[in-house]
């Protein structure tokens, strides 16, 4: 079977479970691509209600969590329990660490993406979302992030510290607003790589995969492109003399 089959088949398997159990049900965290395969299954969950959740609002990494229809339980009391925070602390006088080595040190464990969340970094540490049955044995071996010595807590989902965002504005202008035009002023890549990650299945819109590089975009919208970051599609304007339309980008760092 594929992976994307395999996905698809326990998606199902949870709903089923829901279904039938009569009792609230979740996947692993799925990055945006396993989120847009979970959406294709969600049109037909017939008397289930579904949604995504990974902690905090704008999480990019989210389980799908499946609630009978008629039970009267809102978003967060079905999310109740299913996350919680493993808080990094490094040394004040230590290397800067980036997310790439927070979550090499998470895999390099042993332990699968599945069960992990987003990353936030912060100047003194980090706070790593996880599944609460990987809690105890993180917080007892993650030692270290390459060769820097942390100490580790965990802490309630409630509790997140969420990192004041960086940015950059970018204004540019564009032939067109379609993604790969926008993809490739946001993250200062050429049109034919913005284009290639695309189809690629590394590019999200409004966290939900989008592999057509013609799609058009609206003001506001979300990006990320897998490994480079995220931004967000502040202004679409009017038209330069040369045709062109003129577009501001809010991309984080």
């Given at each position: 079977m594929e992976r994307d089959e395999l996905i698809i088949s326990r998606i199902e398997d949870r709903i089923g479970q829901c279904r039938d159990g009569y009792y609230v049900t979740a996947t692993g965290l799925l990055d945006s691509h396993e989120q847009a395969l979970a959406r294709t299954v969600m049109r037909r969950s017939g008397d289930v209600r579904t949604f995504f959740y990974g902690g905090y609002e704008g999480a990019e990494r989210r389980m799908l969590i499946c609630v009978p229809a008629d039970i009267p339980m809102s978003e967060a009391e079905a999310a109740e329990g299913l996350l919680t925070v493993l808080r990094v602390?490094?040394?004040?006088?230590?290397?800067?660490?980036?997310?790439?080595?927070?979550?090499?040190?998470?895999?390099?464990?042993?332990?699968?993406?599945?069960?992990?969340?987003?990353?936030?970094?912060?100047?003194?540490?980090?706070?790593?979302?996880?599944?609460?049955?990987?809690?105890?044995?993180?917080?007892?071996?993650?030692?270290?992030?390459?060769?820097?010595?942390?100490?580790?807590?965990?802490?309630?989902?409630?509790?997140?510290?969420?990192?004041?965002?960086?940015?950059?504005?970018?204004?540019?202008?564009?032939?067109?607003?379609?993604?790969?035009?926008?993809?490739?002023?946001?993250?200062?890549?050429?049109?034919?790589?913005?284009?290639?990650?695309?189809?690629?299945?590394?590019?999200?819109?409004?966290?939900?995969?989008?592999?057509?590089?013609?799609?058009?975009?609206?003001?506001?919208?979300?990006?990320?492109?897998?490994g480079k970051g995220k931004a967000i599609l502040r202004e679409l304007g009017g038209e330069s003399k040369k045709g062109r339309i003129w577009i501001v980008i809010e991309r984080f760092i």
């Open positions: 602390t490094k040394p004040t006088i230590s290397r800067e660490l980036s997310h790439r080595d927070y979550l090499g040190s998470v895999l390099g464990l042993g332990i699968d993406r599945s069960v992990t969340g987003d990353i936030l970094v912060r100047p003194d540490g980090a706070d790593i979302i996880i599944v609460p049955e990987i809690a105890e044995f993180l917080r007892r071996e993650y030692t270290q992030v390459g060769r820097t010595n942390v100490t580790t807590e965990v802490v309630p989902v409630e509790e997140l510290i969420i990192p004041e965002n960086r940015s950059e504005m970018i204004r540019d202008t564009v032939p067109s607003v379609r993604l790969d035009n926008i993809i490739s002023s946001a993250f200062r890549i050429s049109r034919s790589k913005a284009a290639e990650a695309i189809r690629g299945g590394i590019v999200s819109v409004d966290h939900i995969e989008t592999v057509k590089p013609d799609a058009k975009l609206e003001e506001g919208a979300v990006l990320v492109l897998r």
